[in-house]
């Protein structure tokens, strides 16, 4: 649901949290994601930064040149002038192999006292592993945040979709390797680099979502490859694949197609 107004949180003297909604669903994130659009066409004087996350907007700002309360009067009378999401929302569908029930994610649960993630899924779930990775690899997914660690997201599928029933760990890790990806709830997200974390494991991916030294001809000016707002298809490689990707990272081509969402269609949790 998207309050009638807006809760704003002040955090410190220069970063204010909008929170504008409390389920997460596919609309409130286009909606969130439009009004960051509206913020940043706005004549806000002061602004540094803002990140979109799956029901609230976090605006950094100079507090030198805008008080909170000024801050948080713009942007009210901003949103009262109406967030009109779009019914074709922009967006494009990228396509990324994921090697699931990797060695890696398999060493990592075992140095930790379980076993392999994906039978532990399987067992909650009373259907095989090979099951648990056809209904994940099914949906696209769309994503709704991208933070934490760089080149780090977190994603929600589309309908149709099967719901996975899934456990977390009671004591979260130390850490995770790099590349696995995990799932909670019906969050599946993304351990860019080597740390810690608690969702179940469910596989790697072997190519990279930044590029921060710009050896890769795909990045070009943009160090990173995914966006809150694009789709993401996930499908299943073997090892081979995996090795093969991995030595030839830098020459690697990614598939993206442009594509968009209907808004009127509120699918997805």
């Known amino acids: 649901m998207i309050y009638k107004e807006p809760i704003f949180h002040i955090g410190g003297d220069s970063f204010l ?10 609309f409130l994130n286009l909606y969130i994601l439009t009004l960051e659009k509206m913020i940043w066409g706005s004549d806000i004087p002061g602004l540094i930064d803002t990140t979109a996350l799956r029901t609230t907007i976090m605006v950094h700002y100079d507090p030198f040149i805008m008080q909170a309360h000024q801050l948080i009067q713009k942007l009210k009378d901003l949103i009262a002038k109406g967030v009109e ?17 990797d060695p890696w994610t398999r060493e990592c649960a075992k140095a930790f006292g379980l076993p392999p993630n994906l039978e532990i899924i399987a067992r909650e779930n009373n259907i095989s592993v090979e099951e648990v990775i056809e209904i994940h690899s099914q949906p696209i997914y769309f994503v709704s945040y991208t933070s934490f660690m760089y080149g780090s997201f977190g994603t929600f599928p589309i309908a149709p979709f099967t719901i996975l029933k899934n456990s977390k760990y009671k004591t979260p890790r130390k850490w995770t390797s790099p590349g696995t990806i995990g799932i909670g709830g019906t969050t599946t997200t993304y351990y860019s680099i080597r740390s810690p974390g608690g969702l179940m494991m469910l596989g790697n991916i072997p190519v990279k979502t930044f590029d921060t030294e710009g050896r890769h001809k795909f990045f070009g000016e943009d160090p990173l490859l995914i966006h809150p707002g694009d789709m993401i298809r996930f ?12 030595e030839n990272i830098d020459e690697y081509s990614y598939k993206i197609e442009e594509s ?3 808004s009127t269609k509120n699918e997805g949790l």
């Not at 949290?17 to 596919?26: F, H, P, R, V």
């Not at 499908?235 to 991995?246: A, L, M």
Request: aromatic share 12%; charged share 30%; hydrophobic share 30%.
């Open 85 to 101: 999401v779009p019914k074709k929302f922009s967006s494009r569908l990228i396509h990324l192999p994921v090697y699931y029930n």
């Open 235 to 246: 499908f299943p490689i073997d090892g081979e694949e995996y090795e093969h990707i991995k």
């Open 260 to 262: 968009h969402i209907d």
């Open 17 to 26: 949290t909008i929170e504008l909604g409390d389920d997460g669903s596919l």
